[in-house]
């Protein structure tokens, strides 16, 4: 019995240190996480530009040669390289990346990595205030609400029922993962910019695609139209902040990225003509009519608006007017 | 005089003098007069009025001037189409009014101009006619508020019959007698197409975000593409459209804008240094980026040779917050009004509009008529409707 237990003892070590040069695919290879192909960026989009690295922190390739082989086609210029950069393919199409590690003892080992890459948009919805006739998207500011759409698709957009992580700069939104959560809403965190990202996987733990994207918080900025009584407001901001005019002239304050929510219901919100305030102000909060006296001069016409719980939501600006 | 009594007097004068010196100082009340500002008179109350003096003072349009660049409307214009006239080889130009939503038309040949409808559309700022002349889509915006209506033409009485249409559309288009058109629904943005001959309409397609542009095709079935509306410091991307499937196209950028049809795109982003715009072949998928910088908005294309595209373009430099600034109002182009051919891979000056009119023109609302003579185009500076009179070549 004791001469068993040796010999099983023995037997056991041999296996434990001979080389595990053999053909394995990548089921094999998953049992041996110390030796694989890293993927720059994880998940790569179609047409993207990837960096694969060939890891191996066991060492035990030490020694062998190295062939790049990209869906059968060798990689030129790739023989015994650690690092490959290379294209993702075209959407809808899977591309095999596959490292041959020779031995001189003529052993093979494969690794390899398939690659589907995926489209993963996300759609950055702030809702802060733009005027009608801006045909642009608005940017968030700090504490406005923002929406955000993660869009994962290839020929089409996947279904959405799928395992979402969101987070924002690195703090993970609402807990963890949320099935189907492919929209989420969150203030703007204070700071300039701030990260945004989304891992999504399938019901199983799958991950498919994951990204991040740098976000905008911008300062609320006053720009002045005038209004016509004719034709609603202009779509030319008032130039270099003069106006001139011998008329009465009705003009807007448009307050573009203030949290909508401020600027439907703004705690603070004064026209100033010179340095008197002017509480006359009709239903619109936003717009004034000035009238000349019959004199000609100039004055300053300017406008703030403010949230007293965020005082960061507000803005001044002013104009100068010529009669 | 004696000496006591002239001193006496002296210090009467003075003490006078300093007695009115203190009243003024101290009792008397200044003008009302803010210095050197004047005084203003602030309401913020706006009336609607109408402007009764349009009608009948617009002048004479010389169409039949030899020029090659005619200012067709000195007032605001919120849609136009060019259409043939029925019995007649002659073409008019019926236009949509800005503020008034009535609908003018002016005939090419003989320039005579004439009212079709005097139904008054508040505040109308947009407007779509269709191909047949007989429909219009005018949407109007009072505050904050955006209205969309669907006019009958009744050429008896010169009236419109309005239907109002009880949905945020954010976009349309009108083709020969039906119109495309995209409202919100949820976080959603719904294509449809609208038959006012029947007042039905048909979903065609959904974009699942609401910030969408879109740029439509020639007919429900035709290609449309769809973005994020554009912003210099987020990320756009570009879906085309087709039989209802939306499909995400090879094209991402910050600022992205775009326009294009079943054949090619062009399109404009913010690099990290420059803003840069680049074409794209459906067909191979190539990318071409351009050595010339233009807003893909100040574009159309050609029906008959899809690698024909028109567009304004402004010699300067862009700065990296356009279009934002463009869309703000407060960047202005001076255009020139440019042909390139994708295919044959040329680019022609067709006119330096802004030199030959002697005036800033921001081109935008491009679009050619149907035998692709002349090019419309709208100055965003002041609204006016421009054309210009374009040589076609033998096998364009």
């Not at chain 1, 492919?182 to 990204?211: C, D, K, M, W, Y």
């Not at chain 2, 004479?60 to 200012?71: E, F, G, P, W």
Request: hydrophobic share 35%.
């Amino acid at each position: 019995m004791r001469t068993l237990i040796l010999f099983s003892i023995t037997l056991l070590s041999l296996f434990a240190t001979t080389p595990i040069f053999a053909q394995i695919n990548n089921d094999t290879l998953n049992l041996n996480p110390e030796l694989g192909i890293t993927l720059q960026p994880n998940s790569p989009q179609p047409g993207e530009s990837v960096t694969a690295s060939l890891e191996d922190s066991s060492g035990s390739v030490y020694g062998a040669s190295i062939t790049w082989i990209i869906d059968g086609t060798e990689v030129p210029n790739s023989r015994n390289q650690r690092q490959i950069n290379f294209v993702a393919t075209t959407v809808g199409k899977t591309q095999n990346v596959r490292a041959v590690l020779t031995k001189e003892s003529g052993y093979e080992k494969i690794i390899q990595e398939n690659i589907h890459p995926v489209y993963l948009d996300i759609i950055i919805e702030p809702q802060t205030r733009t005027p009608g006739f801006y045909l642009g998207r608005a940017l968030p500011s700090i504490g406005s609400t923002i929406n955000a759409t993660a869009l994962i698709s290839d020929t089409g957009f996947y279904d959405t029922d799928l395992m979402y992580v969101w987070k924002i700069n690195n703090k993970v939104l609402d807990g963890g993962a949320i099935r189907g959560r492919n929209q989420v809403s969150f203030p703007a965190p204070i700071g300039r910019q701030f990260t945004l990202s989304v891992q999504i996987s399938e019901l199983n733990g799958t991950i498919i695609t994951s990204r991040n994207i740098s976000i905008p918080s911008v300062e609320p900025k006053i720009l002045f139209y005038e209004v016509s009584s004719l034709f609603g407001i202009s779509e030319k901001a008032i130039a270099e902040s003069v106006i001139e005019t011998s008329n009465n002239t009705t003009v807007r304050a448009e307050p573009y990225n203030l949290d909508i929510q401020v600027y439907n219901n703004p705690v603070v919100h004064e026209w100033k003509v010179t340095n008197g305030n002017y509480t006359n102000v009709g239903n619109n909060p936003y717009e004034v009519t000035v009238q000349p006296s019959g004199t000609t001069g100039n004055t300053l016409l300017s406008f703030h608006v403010r949230d007293t719980t965020q005082f960061l939501q507000g803005a001044e600006g002013n104009t100068q007017i010529n009669f | 005089m004696k000496r006591p009594i002239f001193i006496i007097v002296g210090t009467v004068v003075v003490i006078l003098l300093l007695a009115v010196w203190a009243y003024i100082l101290f009792f008397s009340t200044p003008k009302t007069d803010n210095g050197q500002f004047t005084a203003l008179n602030i309401d913020g109350n706006t009336e609607s009025v109408i402007d009764t003096s349009a009608t009948g003072t617009e002048p004479i349009v010389n169409v039949i001037s030899d020029k090659k660049l005619i200012q067709l409307t000195t007032k605001p214009t919120a849609g136009y189409r060019e259409l043939i006239t029925t019995g007649s080889s002659s073409s008019i130009v019926m236009y949509i009014k800005s503020g008034t939503g009535n609908i003018g038309s002016i005939d090419l040949t003989t320039g005579e101009e004439r009212d079709i409808t005097t139904t008054t559309i508040n505040f109308a700022r947009q407007g779509e006619i269709t191909g047949d002349g007989k429909f219009v889509m005018v949407q109007s915006e009072s505050g904050n508020k955006k209205d969309t209506v669907v006019g009958t033409i009744n050429d008896n009485d010169h009236t419109l019959t309005l239907v109002t249409i009880d949905e945020q559309v954010v976009s349309f288009k009108a083709l020969d007698s039906t119109f495309l058109y995209a409202v919100r629904s949820g976080s959603s943005v719904v294509g449809k197409e609208y038959n006012p001959t029947t007042n039905t309409s048909k979903n065609l397609f959904t974009i699942p975000f609401i910030e969408a542009a879109i740029v439509w095709g020639n007919s429900a079935t035709d290609v449309h593409y769809a973005y994020p509306k554009a912003s210099s410091q987020l990320e756009g991307y570009a879906y085309l459209i087709q039989n209802g499937k939306v499909q995400r196209q090879p094209i991402s950028g910050y600022g992205l804008s775009m326009y294009g049809n079943s054949k090619f795109l062009v399109y404009s982003i913010r690099t990290p240094k420059i803003y840069q715009s680049y074409l794209y072949d459906m067909e191979t998928k190539l990318v071409t980026p351009t050595s010339f910088t233009f807003i893909p908005e100040k574009c159309t294309s050609s029906k008959t040779k899809k690698s024909v595209f028109i567009c304004g373009e402004d010699s300067t430099t862009y700065s990296q917050s356009v279009p934002d600034t463009w869309y703000q109002g407060v960047t202005a182009f001076s255009d020139m009004l440019w042909e390139l051919d994708i295919n044959a891979n040329t680019i022609n000056l067709l006119s330096d509009v802004s030199k030959e009119s002697g005036r800033g023109i921001d081109i935008i609302d491009t679009s050619l008529n149907a035998p692709e003579n002349h090019v419309y185009f709208i100055n965003k500076n002041d609204q006016t409707l421009w054309l210009y009179k374009r040589d076609i070549k033998v096998g364009n």
